[in-house]
């Protein structure tokens, strides 16, 4: 009897949960490629769809629609979460830091940290600007 080779496992790692993530998440959920363990890297629970940024800026949406649940997307395709926020990239040993985590090692690593809501230091920003 003729046994089939176990998957081998690789460790994909996403950094951000930008729309592109989301997308990725959201396919592996429906169809997870065997062999292969999926990890997201975000600082919060949720992240914004820039794509939506052009209604936010219009009134038509208020910016707490425009969160992506990544967390519950995350527990959909059976990824593995981990809250935090990237502090180093070390490509020849494959691994990425966060603070107060062992290094996380990958064999593909994807990055989609895109943009963040921090406001620049520009005078008359908060009054005429909307941050992305």
């Known amino acids: 009897m003729m046994h089939a080779p176990l998957p081998l496992t ?6 951000g ?24 890297i975000n600082p919060a629970a949720a992240a914004p769809y820039t794509g939506m940024l052009p209604g936010l800026v219009a009134g038509h949406y208020a910016d707490h629609e425009l969160d992506i649940d990544v967390v519950r997307l995350a527990r959909f395709a059976g990824a593995r979460m981990i809250p935090g926020i990237v502090s180093d ?3 020849e040993a494959k691994t990425v830091s966060v603070a107060g985590r062992p290094p996380i090692r990958y064999d593909v690593l994807s ?8 406001n620049p230091a520009i005078d008359g920003f908060d009054e005429h600007a909307v941050p992305v």
């Open 10 to 15: 690789r460790d994909l790692v996403m950094v």
């Open 17 to 40: 949960g930008g729309h592109t993530h989301a997308l990725v998440l959201r396919r592996w959920g429906m169809k997870p490629v065997p062999g292969v363990r999926l990890t997201l």
């Open 89 to 91: 990239l070390d490509p």
């Open 111 to 118: 990055l989609d940290f895109g943009v963040g809501w921090a």
